[in-house]
């Protein structure tokens, strides 16, 4: 099993910034990423951004050049930098980590932390 830890998140005024942590514990495997998704009020979950254990990264476009994702694979630790901030990204942000093993992928959910962006 997985567990997902998250921290960071807040109430912040627009153009602010927040940053996001999500520490992994548990069976991990070598090939995997890990990542942030958003569920404002009444819409589904998206992706925010996903970052890869070789490093490579995903970002929605509504967050290209505004919001950064880092790991720290020593900690198994994601990263999300959020900054110019808008009213329109508030909502719970939730880790994710994908692992990818020979049988197959699996997803791994954190409980969310809400971000609240006022205007």
């Known amino acids: 099993q997985v567990q997902l830890v998250e921290s960071g998140g807040g109430l912040v005024q627009a153009g602010g910034s927040l940053r996001l942590s999500c520490a992994a514990s548990g069976s991990i495997a070598s090939l995997n990423a890990m990542g942030w998704y958003c569920q404002a009020p009444g819409k589904q979950r998206e992706l925010v951004a996903i970052i890869s254990s070789a490093g490579s990264t995903n970002y929605a476009d509504s967050v290209k050049g505004r919001f950064t994702i880092s790991r720290d694979n020593a900690k198994n630790t994601v990263y999300l930098q959020m900054d110019s901030l808008k009213p329109e990204d508030t909502a719970v942000y939730y880790c994710?980590?994908?692992?990818?093993?020979?049988?197959?992928?699996?997803?791994?959910w954190g409980k969310g932390t809400l971000v609240t962006v006022s205007s």
């Open positions: 994710i980590l994908k692992n990818y093993r020979f049988t197959g992928a699996m997803d791994y």
